[in-house]
């Protein structure tokens, strides 16, 4: 008798957007000193009071600050609705990326329950979740974290460090790690790998690269890979589009800013452009937004922003003429209104209405934005645009 697929990953494009959780360390909620630098309850307050009024977040929080997250709820002008869900009383929220602490399984698109939240890190609030949602919980043994993968309508984009096993193999694309082969067990969705050779560095990608028709199969290319960054979703965005027969994706194009040394900003492009020429010949259409590469608002350590971290819907609201994606932007703290804007008209241009989130300054020393601080738990029937 063979196996019961299983239930399909929650993809990060598609319909409207019901559930989506977030996890909030009771740091968050402690009290800022004159000198502090960084409030990292601005962005996650600007990204609730830019959900409309008929999503539901879930927030994850410590017991102990269940009076304080109230409190700062009361002074918001959120319009969603909103779900404060405390842990147990042992139980702490450790950091805010709730993206990495489990996978979702699609439910029925009729219903709003997720039917199953896969638990790979932080068991604790993937459980809260469950119990909140009326979900199924299961436990992998598969390492993936959320934001090293992308979930696309047909398709998975997985950074190539998780599809190698912790003896190496899987370093050469010709030789399918055991991991590749769970990972591709995971979800019936074909996975392809997010990575660079180290032959293609130095070379530009034309504009003629991205519309290449010469493609190939990852796992056929007897090369060995190496992954930028350590998360896909660091400079990668699904949009759910189709460009001349290819599934559309945004890659970042970095660019030194703010006295950052520009030879480190040239080797991250490098390695970019370099990820670019494997994605098209893996089968994808390429855009390139402009990211910038500046120093940190509170380590002053150069670190590119992560404009690609969105979320998205490919089905356009009621009364809008076009569907969202919410953008994390840092133009408020920092010089940077220029790419704030920059990454609103990519966006535009392809077919979306941008809704700019701004604070994200506030948590960029920690290498993530808006995509990494939620999970997406539920999504109203697809439809392709």
């Given at each position: 008798?063979?196996?019961?697929?299983?239930?399909?990953?929650?993809?990060?494009?598609?319909?409207?957007?019901?559930?989506?959780?977030?996890?909030?360390?009771?740091?968050?909620?402690?009290?800022?000193?004159?000198?502090?630098?960084?409030?990292?309850?601005?962005?996650?307050?600007?990204?609730?009071?830019?959900?409309?009024?008929?999503?539901?977040?879930?927030?994850?929080i410590d017991?102990?600050?269940?009076?304080?997250?109230?409190?700062?709820?009361?002074?918001?002008?959120?319009?969603c609705r909103?779900?404060?869900?405390?842990?147990?009383?042992?139980?702490?929220?450790?950091?805010?990326?709730?993206?990495?602490?489990?996978?979702?399984?699609?439910?029925?698109?009729?219903?709003?329950?997720?039917?199953?939240?896969?638990?790979?890190?932080?068991?604790?609030?993937?459980?809260?979740?469950?119990?909140?949602?009326?979900?199924?919980?299961?436990?992998?043994?598969?390492?993936?974290?959320?934001?090293?993968?992308?979930?696309?309508?047909?398709?998975?984009?997985?950074?190539?460090?998780?599809?190698?096993?912790?003896?190496?193999?899987?370093?050469?694309?010709?030789?399918?790690?055991?991991?590749?082969?769970?990972?591709?067990?995971?979800?019936?969705?074909?996975?392809?790998?997010?990575?660079?050779?180290?032959?293609?560095?130095?070379?530009?990608?034309?504009?003629?690269?991205?519309?290449?028709?010469?493609?190939?199969?990852?796992?056929?290319?007897?090369?060995?890979?190496?992954?930028?960054?350590?998360?896909?979703?660091?400079?990668?965005?699904?949009?759910?589009?189709?460009?001349?027969?290819?599934?559309?994706?945004?890659?970042?194009?970095?660019?030194?800013?703010?006295?950052?040394?520009?030879?480190?900003?040239?080797?991250?492009?490098?390695?970019?452009?370099?990820?670019?020429?494997?994605?098209?010949?893996?089968?994808?259409?390429?855009?390139?937004?402009?990211?910038?590469?500046?120093?940190?608002?509170?380590?002053?350590?150069?670190?590119?922003?992560?404009?690609?971290?969105?979320?998205?819907?490919?089905?356009?609201?009621?009364?809008?003429?076009?569907?969202?994606?919410?953008?994390?932007?840092?133009?408020?703290?920092?010089?940077?209104?220029?790419?704030?804007?920059?990454?609103?008209?990519?966006?535009?241009?392809?077919?979306?209405?941008?809704?700019?989130?701004?604070?994200?300054?506030?948590?960029?020393?920690?290498?993530?934005?808006?995509?990494?601080?939620?999970?997406?738990?539920?999504?109203?029937?697809?439809t392709r645009?």
């Open positions: 008798m063979s196996a019961i697929p299983p239930l399909p990953l929650m993809p990060d494009c598609g319909g409207l957007i019901r559930t989506i959780a977030l996890a909030l360390p009771a740091s968050f909620f402690a009290k800022n000193r004159a000198d502090d630098t960084v409030s990292p309850l601005i962005p996650i307050g600007n990204l609730l009071s830019a959900l409309p009024a008929d999503i539901t977040a879930a927030i994850v017991r102990a600050s269940l009076g304080s997250a109230r409190d700062w709820f009361d002074h918001l002008p959120v319009s909103t779900e404060l869900i405390p842990l147990a009383e042992n139980d702490s929220v450790s950091d805010p990326w709730v993206q990495d602490m489990l996978h979702v399984r699609a439910a029925d698109p009729e219903t709003d329950a997720a039917a199953e939240l896969v638990l790979v890190a932080e068991k604790a609030i993937g459980a809260s979740l469950a119990e909140y949602l009326g979900a199924a919980t299961t436990h992998s043994h598969v390492a993936l974290a959320g934001g090293n993968q992308l979930v696309g309508p047909d398709f998975r984009l997985v950074g190539h460090s998780s599809l190698q096993d912790d003896r190496g193999i899987g370093k050469n694309a010709a030789i399918p790690s055991q991991r590749w082969r769970e990972i591709q067990a995971f979800d019936g969705r074909s996975v392809f790998s997010f990575g660079y050779r180290p032959e293609d560095l130095g070379k530009i990608p034309a504009s003629s690269d991205f519309s290449s028709k010469e493609t190939c199969e990852a796992e056929t290319i007897g090369e060995k890979m190496h992954q930028c960054g350590f998360h896909v979703d660091q400079f990668v965005s699904v949009t759910g589009l189709i460009s001349a027969g290819r599934p559309l994706l945004l890659l970042a194009d970095p660019v030194a800013h703010g006295g950052c040394h520009a030879r480190a900003v040239t080797e991250l492009k490098r390695k970019l452009d370099a990820s670019a020429l494997w994605l098209v010949r893996q089968g994808f259409a390429i855009e390139r937004n402009p990211i910038p590469v500046s120093p940190a608002i509170d380590t002053n350590k150069c670190l590119p922003r992560l404009y690609n971290n969105v979320i998205l819907e490919n089905v356009t609201r009621s009364g809008q003429k076009r569907p969202f994606v919410w953008v994390p932007h840092f133009g408020d703290t920092e010089s940077l209104e220029e790419f704030d804007a920059m990454n609103r008209k990519i966006w535009d241009r392809i077919g979306f209405q941008a809704i700019g989130v701004a604070g994200w300054s506030h948590l960029s020393s920690r290498n993530g934005a808006l995509r990494c601080a939620t999970k997406i738990i539920n999504r109203s029937p697809h645009l």
